[in-house]
């Protein structure tokens, strides 16, 4: 496990978000790497020029990085650096983002974390004598540290002593990757389950009822991502993947670190009518088989999981190389299968010598 640590840089020149962009530069206008947001697939928003003019603040700030407005985005990735501001209150945290505006359930969270620091938004080029750059904890569908998770996770839960919980995305936005979760919601309700829609109450009572909870059934999405807020996860999680999707690595990191036992719905035969939406949250909606959910609620299986002991961050320069198992079990399926192409090519290039032989016999045998 890398150990959480930092960078540190005078007279950085910081960018705002500007056409799905932003940057920080040394004084030798530079690009610092440190300060970019990368993922598994690579850097995102670098694509900033240094600026032409800039203000100067001669204050030592700690770069945080891109401020989500999207719960689970900033939960997972606006946070990854805050660890250090914790250790560092009388240092002011330094966001970009789209506005300055800090919501309600960013402030909640950042007094959960115990910060205290002032935070401060760029919102045109400016210089910081000092400015300090965490590592991440987090990449987004690559690693998520112990000791991050240990930094993010201080609600202190009750026992699990109430009903098992779905968190239903009914009531979210309109919209909803399950065509038809009210049916599905009567068939949990029957099954002991009681309903919660997350969006509709404050950070610390949603905490209050995963923490209570023996067992949480929920669609991928950033509601799960609330788990991280607990000090101790008592639940059994069980995971419905989204439609013609992959199993999104997210949840089996934050399952890891936080040591949590947590089962995927199998996605074989899963869905019916499949139907691609354009929503920025939903790409497919289709009607789950709730007689298939309640089938396997009888007998979940839940695992341990280990993906992602192998998965590092390399140094210097915070270079990122993050390994992709799915990707991974797929070249290895690649290469198994051109090698079995290459023994049925060797077969049947066998079989037609044999032929040829046996003709050759054959022909002999009859004159």
Same mark, same amino acid.
């Given at each position: ?200 109450? =404050?950070?610390? /009572?949603? $905490?209050?009822? %995963?923490?209570? +909870?023996?067992?949480? #059934? ?5 509601? !799960? ?99 992709? =198992?799915?990707? /991974?079990? $797929?070249?290895? %399926?690649?290469? +198994?299968?051109?090698? #079995? ?5 060797? !077969? ?20």
């Amino acid at each position: 496990m890398l150990n959480p640590s930092f960078t540190v840089y005078s007279n950085v020149t910081i960018t705002p978000f500007m056409h799905q962009s932003y940057a920080c530069f040394t004084e030798n206008k530079s690009i610092i790497p440190e300060g970019l947001l990368c993922r598994d697939y690579g850097l995102v928003f670098n694509k900033a020029k240094y600026p032409q003019n800039f203000v100067t603040n001669h204050n030592a700030v700690i770069f945080a990085g891109f401020l989500f407005k999207h719960y689970g985005h900033f939960l997972l990735e606006s946070t990854a650096r805050l660890w250090f501001a914790k250790m560092h209150p009388e240092l002011a945290i330094c966001f970009v983002g789209r506005d300055g505006l800090i919501l309600d359930f960013q402030e909640a969270i950042f007094k959960l974390l115990g910060l205290k620091n002032q935070i401060l938004f760029v919102d045109q080029p400016v210089q910081f004598s000092k400015c300090y750059f965490p590592s991440p904890g987090f990449i987004s569908r690559g690693y998520l540290y112990q000791w991050h998770a240990a930094f993010l996770g201080q609600y202190t839960a009750q026992s699990a002593s109430g009903k098992p919980l779905y968190l239903s995305r009914r009531q979210f936005g309109g919209i909803s990757c399950l065509k038809n979760e009210a049916e599905i919601e009567k068939a949990l309700i029957k099954k002991g389950f009681e309903i919660f829609y997350p969006e509709q109450y =404050p950070i610390e /009572e949603q $905490l209050k009822m %995963l923490g209570a +909870a023996p067992t949480i #059934l929920a669609l991928e999405g950033s509601a !799960l991502h609330s788990l991280l807020l607990l000090q101790n996860v008592q639940a059994k999680v069980i995971v419905i993947p989204r439609p013609n999707q992959l199993a999104n690595s997210n949840y089996l990191a934050i399952a890891n670190a936080k040591g949590f036992e947590q089962a995927y719905l199998p996605l074989q035969d899963l869905y019916t009518d499949i139907t691609p939406v354009s929503h920025v949250h939903v790409d497919y909606q289709a009607h789950l088989k709730v007689a298939h959910l309640v089938r396997y609620l009888e007998s979940p299986s839940f695992a341990p999981y280990h993906l992602y002991s192998h998965i590092y961050l390399t140094e210097p320069n915070l270079a990122w190389q993050v390994k992709d =198992p799915q990707k /991974e079990t $797929l070249a290895k %399926l690649t290469t +198994a299968n051109a090698g #079995l192409k290459a023994q049925v090519a060797t !077969l049947t290039h066998e079989k037609l010598k044999l032929k040829a032989l046996l003709a050759k016999a054959l022909k002999e045998e009859r004159s």
